[in-house]
């Protein structure tokens, strides 16, 4: 009896195990994938499409975890369907979790959520909260829960309030009344996560709400998905594939159970490398691939043909060979998606293990604000490390963009904090709102209504010193006021007829106070001579090490001592990098790199700076869209 039980199973084991090499886990984070309702229809009625598509993606990739979705703009599975898919991931070793997008049926294109102004959308809600916790002990909410619709009864329902307080209000009322109501009531054990998206700077609006929500779910979830800026309507810059991971890991510390990044708008297949990468370094503890048969898709190459032959990090001829052969030699098949993410989470795997905890320029974002949206990213963009807060971080220099008008007593907090003997830099858009709110108690610097259109600049200060740092085409800025010999104008541009100050600093007690101008149009940033750019990231990260070179190119640091540089630029680039280490080594392969001495250098442009640590400069060069990651020689 036993031997044919022993034979019962050992054939079981063998019609439902991977009969090919398994890819091993990645050492410092798991992988996971979301499954769309539509596709987990087709697996549920089409077993061996399930069995073969399930073969092509394990085969490249290894996943430790699948996400099941049960609802999505008004298509469901029901439970038959739902516990055919978890069973067949359970038999092949991958843990399994829910998933639901509420989204209601239609749009002509338009995403529109359900209405929770009316009581049909509301028992759906309720119904598949339900029902994905009868079949799974966890599920996460699609970064599509939030709520957008202006009907009828919406419109009564708000009343007095503000779109963003009706919406953020009942949208509270929902998470808990609507989705762990019924959820838990269906299994005690259940827990709910929620991800939310990347266009935080519109959440409230939108009814989401970080106050709240991450206390009202066990877990949250970051969306790093920042695709090709130039064809979507969001243009979400590179950098905030890292940066966006950050504020919400200090929004919800350990809670925030990994990054979900797609290939939607992706252009290249770099810059779905790049997200991946950008993810990894930001420490997150999981990545989601969504979704499932996009990995499936062939990778094709296209758009790269300005570094296809370069040894940048992402080879794609390397990983073709690697994975799917030579083409014209028996065996070839083309890489798919799913091959391109195994290739690149493998790439920044290997670094990974020797990064500490990311630090950066102390930003402080409060919650649910706006303003300047996305200007921490573009500073990121340029080669400044952000570490971005929702509350007054503990540091020495803090940022404060626009969006900290959201603190009422933001005014006080940059007293304090200046009298205190620390550094704040704050940027013309935060200085055109503060003052008409108190701040000349601070500073009499105010934004003008005027303009200027720099093409040359000028770093230093004190009756006609300084250097000129470089020639750019006009770029527009706004004009800002400061009294002479009490406020000192320690970059700016000029034109013909005169100059515009681009950082002016203020002392106020034993602080100092910066106001960082910025133009116009933000991404005019990429357009400043690269010494510009190295005397604002001097200024910006004292004490931090620092990039020289031009833009987009960006900086990545960590507590103990290890540095990251990205290139989302199109052709290799020169920089340097100041540190004060002298000799670091390559993550990737261990060369030891020796650093030459760097003479200090006076903020007024005179000579060395007296009792200045020493520091050391590295010449590198970063191939296009790559990665170069240092650290400290032993």
């Known amino acids: 009896m036993k031997g044919r039980l022993w034979l019962a199973a050992l054939a079981f084991l063998l019609a439902t195990a991977p009969c090919w090499a398994a890819p091993r886990p990645y050492r410092n984070f798991k992988v996971t994938v979301y499954i769309p309702v539509r596709v987990v229809r087709r697996m549920a009625s089409d077993p061996a499409w399930m069995r073969s598509s399930w073969k092509t993606i394990s085969a490249a990739l290894h996943v430790d975890q699948v996400f099941i979705e049960s609802y999505r703009a008004g298509v469901s599975a029901d439970g038959a369907q739902l516990d055919r898919v978890k069973r067949f991931f359970l038999a092949h070793g991958v843990a399994v979790a829910g998933g639901m997008a509420m989204l209601a049926a239609g749009g002509d294109g338009q995403i529109r959520t359900l209405d929770y102004a009316l009581p049909q959308d509301r028992a759906l809600a309720r119904r598949m909260s339900a029902l994905t916790a009868r079949h799974f002990n966890e599920f996460i909410l699609d970064d599509l829960y939030f709520f957008n619709t202006k009907s009828d009864a919406d419109i009564a329902a708000k009343g007095a309030r503000t779109w963003a307080q009706y919406r953020m209000q009942t949208m509270d009322w929902v998470s808990r009344n609507l989705i762990l109501k019924p959820a838990r009531a269906a299994n005690p054990r259940v827990r709910v996560i929620i991800k939310f998206p990347n266009f935080y700077p519109s959440f409230q609006g939108m009814g989401f709400d970080l106050e709240s929500e991450p206390k009202i779910f066990g877990q949250i979830w970051t969306g790093d998905e920042t695709r090709y800026a130039p064809t979507t309507d969001q243009q979400l810059l590179p950098y905030e594939s890292y940066e966006i991971f950050r504020y919400f890991e200090n929004i919800a510390p350990g809670r925030n159970g990994g990054g979900w990044v797609d290939p939607i708008a992706m252009h290249d297949l770099d810059r779905y490398a790049e997200q991946l990468w950008d993810t990894i370094l930001a420490r997150a503890p999981a990545i989601n691939l969504f979704e499932y048969s996009s990995l499936l898709r062939i990778a094709n190459p296209k758009n790269r043909a300005a570094w296809r032959d370069l040894p940048t990090t992402f080879n794609y001829w390397r990983m073709m060979k690697k994975c799917c052969g030579v083409p014209g030699t028996s065996g070839f098949k083309y890489p798919r998606l799913a091959n391109v993410a195994a290739y690149a989470l493998r790439q920044v795997d290997r670094i990974a293990g020797h990064l500490g905890e990311p630090r950066g320029l102390a930003t402080y974002r409060p919650l649910d604000s706006s303003g300047e949206d996305f200007l921490p990213e573009m500073l990121g963009m340029i080669g400044v490390p952000i570490e971005m807060y929702p509350h007054w971080p503990k540091a020495h220099t803090v940022l404060l963009t626009e969006a900290a008008r959201q603190d009422p007593r933001i005014v006080a907090q940059i007293e304090s904090h200046l009298l205190a ?214």
């Open 421 to 634: 003997g620390d550094r704040v830099i704050i940027t013309s858009g935060l200085l055109r709102v503060l003052q008409k709110r108190g701040f000349g108690q601070v500073t009499d610097m105010r934004v003008t209504h005027s303009i200027a259109a720099p093409t040359r600049y000028v770093q230093g200060y004190g009756f006609g010193a300084g250097t000129m740092i470089g020639k750019s085409r006009p770029i527009l800025f706004p004009l800002i006021h400061f009294y002479t010999n009490e406020d000192w104008a320690v970059i700016r541009g000029l034109d013909d007829d005169g100059g515009v100050p681009l950082l002016l600093m203020d002392h106020y007690g034993k602080g100092e106070l910066y106001v960082l101008d910025v133009p116009e149009e933000q991404n005019d940033f990429y357009s400043l001579p690269p010494r510009v750019l190295d005397a604002l990231r001097r200024y910006l990260t004292p004490g931090l090490p620092r990039l020289a070179g031009p833009a987009r190119v960006s900086l990545f640091e960590y507590d103990n001592g290890a540095l990251v540089l990205e290139s989302y630029r199109n052709h290799p680039v020169a920089v340097r990098v100041i540190d004060r280490s002298a000799h670091l080594e390559d993550l990737d392969n261990g060369v030891e790199l020796s650093g030459e001495p760097v003479a200090a250098v006076r903020f007024d442009g005179g000579g060395a700076r007296a009792g200045a640590s020493r520091e050391y400069g590295y010449e590198l060069r970063v191939e296009p869209h790559s990665l170069l990651a240092l650290g400290v020689r032993s």
